[in-house]
């Protein structure tokens, strides 16, 4: 069980619910989470985080909550890796010295950030810029340095929020070998609106449509509400307008 939501509630700032009393617990294995703009992927992603904390209800990893305690959420924060949409660039730093510090903030020691990042870097095909400056790659680069973060401590949870927004398809197809080259104890949970890959990719597929789960299930079962008459390409976006009444874009 990687990421459950037990009647979780959240609001920004007193405005009306982005997510109300919300029960869901993430499937092992690879989960794409899919929904309309402004249905609450993001949010989601930063409360299994514990970058935001619900109003009302719980979010655990295991036995471990966002609530709780500094010691037992700095455990939490070791075992789940964040990439958010927007990436932050620490100014005058390499990408192995920026992957290598959110190694550190995570709880390695500094020898084991800096060899680690390394690493993490070529597995994003990032290793031959290691020691250039985040700032001077370009966005789809830097995109992959922030994933390069999230790999670097060998999290037991992944969430990454538009990993691929910005790449080429050449970058898409290494980040997706780099998922499939996972250990089968490391669990990922990602929001996309790309879906050329679903069957070859993911497990799983959450869908949620103004912060209630409009589906969960096997990628299988998604497919299966798509139009029978819809061409093998676009099954994905024809089983994703059919669970969400198809009246909204599914950016995120």
């Known amino acids: 069980m990687p990421i459950a939501f ?8 007193r405005r009306r619910y982005v997510i109300d009393r919300l029960n869901l617990t993430f499937s092992t294995g690879r989960t794409v989470l899919l ?6 992927k993001s949010t989601l992603l930063a ?24 010691a037992q959420l700095a455990a939490y924060r070791r075992n789940v890796a964040w990439m958010p949409q927007e990436l932050s660039v620490v100014p005058g730093l390499t990408a192995r010295e920026q992957v290598a510090y959110a190694g550190w903030l995570k709880g390695l020691s500094r020898r084991e950030a800096w060899e680690r990042a390394l690493g993490a870097l070529r597995q994003v095909e990032l290793g031959n810029r290691a ?19 999230a790999l670097v401590h060998e999290a037991r949870v992944l969430l ?45 597929v959450v869908v949620v449509d103004e912060g209630r789960v409009a589906f969960q299930g096997p990628v299988r079962a998604f497919l299966g509400h798509a139009d029978p008459a819809a061409v093998p390409g676009r099954k994905a976006d024809s089983a994703y307008h059919t669970l969400t009444g198809g009246n909204r874009t599914w950016d995120s």
Request: proline residues 6%; hydrophobic residues 30%.
């Open 131 to 149: 020691d250039e400056k985040v700032s001077s790659l370009s966005g789809g680069q830097q995109r992959r340095v922030g994933v390069a973060q």
């Open 6 to 13: 037990d009647r979780c509630t959240f609001a920004y700032r």
């Open 35 to 40: 929904g309309p703009n402004g249905a609450g």
């Open 160 to 204: 990454l929020d538009e990993p691929t927004a910005g790449m080429d398809p050449r970058q898409r197809t290494v980040f997706h070998e780099a998922l499939a080259g996972l250990p089968p104890s490391v669990h990922v949970i990602l929001s996309t609106h790309d879906t050329a890959d679903l069957e070859a990719v993911y497990d799983q």
């Open 47 to 70: 409360l299994a985080a514990s970058a935001l904390r619900p109003g009302a209800g719980t979010v655990r990893h295991e036995s471990t909550r966002t609530t709780a305690k500094r």
